[in-house]
C-alpha cells in the first residue's frame, strides 16, 4: 500500500496486472456482496415472446404483384443512392450535435477525462480486481460483470449509467477491457466469441461495437484507445483481422 501507482493499469506487462489479484486474497467474504451486471437478470418466457416465435415462421403470399409496382432498376439505383447521401449527411449532423453536447457538460477546470475498465467475471479472481484500484484516482469506473448471465445491453446500460453518475452527458476517454481469450478471438460472454468473421454476421456482436463507438469522447485531442488486456488476440493472422475489422467501421482503436 505504501508503493505509488501512477498509471491506471500498467503499460509495461499488461500481464502483470492479474499478479496484483493476490494480494488481496485476505478479503472474506466479498464475493457474497458483490454486485456484478447481469448477475441478477431473471429469464422469463411471456405470453406475447411465445406467440411472437409461434408466427416468426415465412408465409407465402398470394397476392399478385402489380406489373405497374415494379420500378426500374436504374431508378431504384438513383433512389437508392439519394438515400444514402441522406443518411450521410443526418449523421453528420448528429454527430456536431452530439459533440456540442459532450463539450458543455464537460465544461469547467475541474472535469477530469473518465477511464472506464470493464472486467469480465471469468477472469480469475476478477472479483477482487476493483479493490485494487488506486481509490484517490476517481476517473477510473470499473464495471465487473457476469460473464454467464450479463448481455451487451446490460452492460452498455451500465456504462452509460456510471458515465451519467461521474458527469451527467459525458463520454469515454479511455477504455480497457480485462476479458478472456486467445489467438484471434475474444471471450467476452458465454456462447459470445468474437471473431473477425462474426463480427461481420452476428447482429448483436456489430450493435454492441457500433453503440459502444458512439459512447467514446468526441472532443479527446487524443486517439481514442480500447485496450485489450488478459488474452493474446493477436497471436495469428485472424486476430490482426478481428482487431481490423473493429477499428474501421467502428472508430475504435485497440492496443
Request: a negative charge; charged letters at 30%; proline letters at 6%.
Amino acid at each position: 500500500d505504501d508503493v505509488p501507482i501512477r498509471t491506471w493499469f500498467p503499460k509495461e506487462n499488461l500481464f502483470t496486472f492479474q499478479t496484483a489479484t493476490t494480494t488481496m486474497q485476505a478479503i472474506s467474504n466479498f464475493r457474497k456482496h458483490l454486485r456484478m451486471v447481469g448477475s441478477r437478470r431473471m429469464k422469463a418466457q411471456t405470453f406475447a415472446d411465445r406467440r411472437e416465435r409461434s408466427f416468426s415462421r415465412s408465409w407465402s403470399d398470394p397476392t399478385p404483384v402489380k406489373a405497374d409496382s415494379i420500378h426500374d432498376s436504374r431508378e431504384s439505383h438513383d433512389l437508392q443512392n439519394s438515400c444514402t447521401a441522406l443518411d450521410e449527411e443526418c449523421e453528420d449532423l448528429n454527430w456536431e450535435a452530439e459533440r456540442e453536447m459532450e463539450v458543455m457538460s464537460c465544461e469547467g477546470e475541474d472535469f477530469i477525462p473518465p477511464k472506464i475498465m470493464l472486467i469480465s467475471s471469468k477472469v480469475p479472481k476478477a472479483e477482487y480486481i476493483p479493490t485494487i484500484i488506486r481509490r484517490d484516482d476517481p476517473s477510473i469506473i470499473p464495471i465487473l460483470y457476469d460473464h454467464e448471465h450479463a448481455t451487451f445491453d446490460d452492460i452498455l446500460e451500465e456504462i452509460e449509467k456510471k458515465l451519467n453518475v461521474y458527469r451527467k452527458g459525458c463520454k469515454i476517454w479511455e477504455m480497457l477491457i480485462f476479458c478472456q481469450g486467445g489467438p484471434g478471438y475474444l471471450y467476452l460472454l458465454k456462447n459470445k466469441v468474437a471473431t473477425f468473421a462474426k463480427v461481420e454476421k452476428e447482429e448483436d456482436l456489430i450493435l454492441f461495437w457500433k453503440k459502444l463507438s458512439k459512447l467514446m469522447s468526441k472532443i479527446n485531442p487524443e486517439p481514442n484507445m480500447i485496450n485489450i488486456m488478459g488474452c493474446y488476440v493477436l497471436g495469428n493472422p485472424n486476430g490482426e483481422k478481428l482487431f481490423q475489422n473493429l477499428k474501421n467501421p467502428y472508430e475504435s482503436s485497440s492496443n
